[in-house]
């Protein structure tokens, strides 16, 4: 397996702009993190999936931000509109289960201007 | 203060050289892990552990459950071991609290 493929590798925009962040999880994997890391706070947990069902967005900073995985290949993080403030390295990890190890993606370098 | 504490923040050793890198976390877990990330990489998992010890080449990674406490070492440590290294905890869901990571320089 090719690992969990993040896309774009970077992404730069204007403020106000929609951004669309995607990931293929693992194949098999029934577990989706997306993960938010800067300087100032580190790695943070966004939001995670289970069997393609949301379970726990409580990381999720405000309705600016939301997250689908329409089927178990393929999930998306959008943040409309975005602010400057949103810039980070967005990563994707999935894992087989819960308690599993989990696999990173190579993350999404978003700077917003 | 964090759940999870990592130190020291950063350090830097002469290639050779035995490194340690500590991890104190405050509550009750299931696991512990550490991620190692390369500058502008992503981010790998080294080890995930629960009681212990254990082993990879070079790599070694203990936990003290009663401690809470979990340090990683690295034997005769070589400059491509330049990374930050984050420690992070799962306690009764799958969610991860991390670190703030250990940023590790080892010179020629």
């Known amino acids: 397996d090719a690992g969990v493929i993040q896309s774009p590798r970077h992404e730069v925009t204007e403020m106000g702009q929609e951004v669309t962040l995607r990931c293929k999880p693992i194949s098999g994997h029934d577990y989706l993190f997306w993960y938010r890391q800067t300087m100032m706070r580190g790695l943070e947990l966004l939001i995670y999936?289970?069997?393609?069902?949301?379970?726990?967005d409580s990381g999720m900073p405000e309705d600016r931000f939301s997250a689908k995985m329409p089927n178990a290949s393929f999930s998306t993080l959008k943040i409309q509109p975005s602010e400057p403030r949103d810039s980070a390295v967005y990563f994707c990890a999935s894992s087989s289960q819960g308690n599993a190890e989990a696999f990173f993606g190579q993350g999404t370098r978003l700077t917003v201007v | 203060k964090n759940e999870v504490e990592q130190s020291p923040q950063n350090l830097t050793a002469q290639e050779g050289e035995f490194i340690t890198i500590n991890c104190s976390y405050s509550v009750g877990i299931s696991a512990l892990h550490w991620l190692q990330q390369h500058p502008g990489g992503g981010i790998v998992s080294l080890f995930m552990?629960?009681?212990g010890k254990k082993k990879h080449g070079r790599l070694i990674a203990t936990i003290n459950i009663q401690e809470k406490h979990s340090s990683l070492h690295i034997t005769a440590s070589h400059p491509r071991d330049s990374a930050v290294y984050i420690c992070?905890?799962?306690?009764?869901?799958?969610?991860?609290?991390f670190g703030q990571g250990t940023r590790l320089t080892i010179n020629p």
């Open positions: 999936f289970n069997n393609n069902v949301p379970i726990d």
């Open positions: 552990l629960s009681s």
């Open positions: 992070a905890v799962r306690s009764n869901s799958p969610k991860l609290v």
